[in-house]
């Protein structure tokens, strides 16, 4: 009878373990990349804020755009060999004031320094206002080629 109870309290608290796990986990997907100086290992938030994130070797570091559904985060690699893939759905979890991803079946996950943060709607927009911007500058441009064709 007892062995009977504790196996079925053990097989009901199971599932509230495998929910608690899950919530620690994010999902977001990674949208863009591009090379940048690596943040030294010190305060890098406090870095990042004064402008100062030039690591001590000069090393160029890897730095993601990761979109969640709430959250944008600007995540910087530690070293230059911190490749995640781009447009794939990546889980990830924070640790320390870092944001720890598991790319494919590695068997560390890789620790990256939040540059900045911004909720998604105001990403969003962001987004939209830099493209009707390179949208109208590079109709802008190609008026004024029209233009000195129709010139000569």
């Known amino acids: ?37 690596c943040m030294a290992a010190q305060h890098p938030l406090m870095q990042a804020l004064s402008g100062s994130n030039r690591g001590p070797s000069g090393e160029l570091c890897p730095e993601y755009v990761l979109v969640t559904d709430k959250v944008v985060y600007v995540i910087i690699g530690k070293t230059s060999d911190q490749l995640v893939p781009l447009a794939e759905t990546t889980r990830f979890h924070f640790q320390n004031n870092e944001i720890l991803i598991r790319v494919d079946d590695s068997r560390r996950e890789s620790r990256f320094h939040v540059k900045a943060m911004m909720l998604r709607p105001e990403w969003d927009r962001h987004e939209q206002i830099e493209e009707a911007e390179a949208t109208a500058a590079e109709h802008h441009h190609l008026e004024g080629a029209v233009m000195v064709d129709a010139h000569q």
């Open 1 to 37: 009878m007892k062995r009977s109870l504790l196996l079925a309290v053990l097989l009901s608290a199971l599932p509230i373990s495998l929910a608690a796990e899950n919530r620690a986990h994010q999902q977001g997907t990674i949208v863009r990349m591009r090379m940048t100086d």
